[in-house]
């Protein structure tokens, strides 16, 4: 049973099948490190046919996942994906309240077709992954952390978070980063995570990092948070409080479904806007923008 880390969480993941968790391998810890005190556990089980579990709708994220929470006296909740959004269910998760241990049901594939048996087995591992980093959200709070959805590098010491809505040009910002500055390590290019240590925002990699999969095991002491617009010229400037919460509080994972994780999110987001400057980077996808942020840094 392997032991890996994100972000300073030790996660048990209770299955020796080292292909089915190979996003993670970045983050696996050194044998001698491998006794350490789990702080997030996944269990793993597997049935030919999963039933879709009761509860009161949370979040229907998109048309394949689903989130519940748990009624009838319990307490806990059901994120599940079905095949194509509509047909059989081929992962459940069963997530205790406090977000420290899940238990994953597989759907075994029944059949004789080894191409589609391939082909069910790497939609499970996928959906797998995602579904363990929802989790990762929400545990990772029990450590003064937040997951933002954002592209995250480090240069010199110092780490930087570009976020904007998808589509905006996260990705592209850091690619011209790669390609005019020297020594800048993409730390994460979809969902970084910060955490309060010693009254001080650090960023993390995670393995969470989009369809592209770039990311890092590594992290750096939080500079400065970049929020990103599309303009005909290139203009930085410094938001006011109010102007952070408006732009950058939408691209938090947020606990809105819990009210004491959400105070406790709030506080941790409170902490992290007054510890670093958050500026509004109105651009283009050119090297001036790229040294506008990095004279910042300077």
Sequence with gaps: MPLYEVAGVAINIANDDSESFMYMRDFLLPQQRQQSKADLTFVFQSNEVIEVPQGN????????????????????????????????????????????????????????????????????????????????????????????????????????????????????????????????IVLNDDNPAVRIINNQPTIFGTPWSGSAFIHSNESAPLFAIIVLEQAQDNVLRKLDRHEVILKLMPRVFLPYFDQNFMDKAMTIFENIITSVPVYLLKCRPDREAVELVYQCLK
């Design 57 to 184: 709708i949370i979040s229907e994220e998109n048309i394949s996942f689903k989130w519940l929470k748990k009624t009838s006296g319990e307490t806990g909740y059901y994120i599940y994906v079905q095949e194509f959004g509509i047909g059989k269910i081929m992962v459940l998760m069963d997530i205790e309240n406090s977000w420290r241990k899940v238990v994953f049901t597989w759907c075994n594939y029944i059949g004789n077709d080894p191409q589609v048996m391939v082909n069910s087995q790497s939609q499970i591992r996928l959906a797998t992954h995602i579904m363990m980093g929802i989790v990762f959200r929400y545990n990772l709070l029990h450590m003064d952390g937040l997951v933002v959805h954002a592209s995250a590098l480090e240069w010199n010491g110092k780490g930087l978070i570009f976020s904007a809505p998808s589509g905006t040009g996260k990705s592209t910002h850091v690619k011209l980063w790669q390609e005019y500055i020297n020594d800048v």
